[in-house]
């Protein structure tokens, strides 16, 4: 049975110190009314997210999102979640998924306009089947993202380097790679340093040598490149975060988009120059990220 529901979170408790905060969620059906119409987070995208990756009811990676939530929260002054009241809601919701995989988000909105406090809640959903694109890949296509490197140190109004239920502009460069023929698309900056893709981080590999751009170019740091690094590092990979030219990306030996639910999608061609793919090595990579991992 597939399941559905949301964890309402009580924001009256945001504060509170305790060991159980299970009397703090109110479950309600998917399908049900939940939010008020004044909702900042509906109106305006003014809140902060994340998406979690469950595999037969194991939450994947939950202190590594639970403190990006926190920098994100930080970075559009939104109070600090409680670290222990959302660990408890992502336990909970957790062990009520099915079988299989599962996406659980956690939201954190401005709350209600003119009303008191943020609201919270954290949904479930069964995730969509990924098992094909993990083995066939992605043809992606580069777009400017239309700001330079160091525009996050420069402009931090521009919340880049959190993450904010703002996406359309994500969804939107996904609809334009569609357009130009192809699965996904790698925001490169102005001047002309490859960041990430909408919704996933960029790894290529050069020989035994792996690198992701570093994430204080104004790009989200990706809890699965993390995992991903551990994991090549514990087989005795070099992994390095680095400033990537554009040049750099149909010269690499291999390159994957990874992100927490879709996990590690191959890339087999870039701008229609194509990528060599290791097959055997990203099942491998695949089967460590379905893994259950803390
Ligand atoms: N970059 C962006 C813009 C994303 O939206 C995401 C995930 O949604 C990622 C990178 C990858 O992050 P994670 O591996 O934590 O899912």
Redesign the pocket.
Same mark, same amino acid.
């Given at each position: 049975m597939t399941r559905r529901f949301a964890l309402m979170i009580d924001p009256a408790t945001a504060d509170a110190v305790r060991d159980d905060f299970a009397d703090t969620f109110t479950r309600v059906d998917a399908a049900a009314p939940a939010l008020s119409v004044g909702e900042l987070s509906t109106q305006r995208g003014d809140g902060v997210f =994340? $998406?979690i990756g469950v595999v037969d009811r194991h939450a994947q =990676?939950v202190v590594?999102?639970l403190e990006?939530l926190a920098h994100s929260a930080k970075l559009c002054d939104l109070p600090v979640p409680n670290q222990e009241q959302w660990r408890q809601a992502i336990e909970q919701a957790a062990a009520d998924c099915g079988e299989g995989e599962y996406v659980i988000k956690l939201i954190l909105s401005r709350g209600v306009e003119h009303g008191p406090t943020p609201t919270a809640w954290v949904t479930v959903a069964p995730a969509s089947d990924f098992s094909a694109v993990r083995e066939a890949g992605v043809r992606v296509v580069t777009l400017d993202r239309g700001y330079d490197l160091d525009i996050a140190e420069r402009a931090p109004w521009l919340l880049l380097g959190a993450?904010t239920l703002s996406?359309a502009v994500?969804m939107a460069a996904l609809r334009e790679a569609h357009r130009r023929g192809a699965d996904d698309a790698i925001f490169l900056s102005r001047d002309g340093y490859v960041l =990430? &893709?909408? +919704? &996933? $981080?960029l790894i290529l590999r050069s020989g035994d040598r792996f690198v992701t751009p570093a994430p204080n170019g104004g790009?989200?740091h990706? +809890? +699965?490149?993390l995992s991903v690094f551990d994991h090549l590092t514990a087989q005795g990979f070099e992994v390095a975060y680095e400033q990537v030219p554009a040049s750099a990306l149909t010269t690499a030996d291999a390159a994957w988009l @990874? $992100? $927490? @639910?879709r996990l590690a999608a191959p890339i087999t061609a870039i701008d229609d120059v194509s990528l060599p793919v290791d097959a055997a090595f990203t099942a491998e990579l695949n089967q460590y990220l379905l893994s259950p991992r803390d």
């Amino acid at each position: 049975m597939t399941r559905r529901f949301a964890l309402m979170i009580d924001p009256a408790t945001a504060d509170a110190v305790r060991d159980d905060f299970a009397d703090t969620f109110t479950r309600v059906d998917a399908a049900a009314p939940a939010l008020s119409v004044g909702e900042l987070s509906t109106q305006r995208g003014d809140g902060v997210f =994340e $998406s979690i990756g469950v595999v037969d009811r194991h939450a994947q =990676e939950v202190v590594p999102h639970l403190e990006r939530l926190a920098h994100s929260a930080k970075l559009c002054d939104l109070p600090v979640p409680n670290q222990e009241q959302w660990r408890q809601a992502i336990e909970q919701a957790a062990a009520d998924c099915g079988e299989g995989e599962y996406v659980i988000k956690l939201i954190l909105s401005r709350g209600v306009e003119h009303g008191p406090t943020p609201t919270a809640w954290v949904t479930v959903a069964p995730a969509s089947d990924f098992s094909a694109v993990r083995e066939a890949g992605v043809r992606v296509v580069t777009l400017d993202r239309g700001y330079d490197l160091d525009i996050a140190e420069r402009a931090p109004w521009l919340l880049l380097g959190a993450k904010t239920l703002s996406y359309a502009v994500n969804m939107a460069a996904l609809r334009e790679a569609h357009r130009r023929g192809a699965d996904d698309a790698i925001f490169l900056s102005r001047d002309g340093y490859v960041l =990430e &893709a909408p +919704t &996933a $981080s960029l790894i290529l590999r050069s020989g035994d040598r792996f690198v992701t751009p570093a994430p204080n170019g104004g790009i989200l740091h990706g +809890t +699965t490149q993390l995992s991903v690094f551990d994991h090549l590092t514990a087989q005795g990979f070099e992994v390095a975060y680095e400033q990537v030219p554009a040049s750099a990306l149909t010269t690499a030996d291999a390159a994957w988009l @990874v $992100s $927490s @639910v879709r996990l590690a999608a191959p890339i087999t061609a870039i701008d229609d120059v194509s990528l060599p793919v290791d097959a055997a090595f990203t099942a491998e990579l695949n089967q460590y990220l379905l893994s259950p991992r803390d």
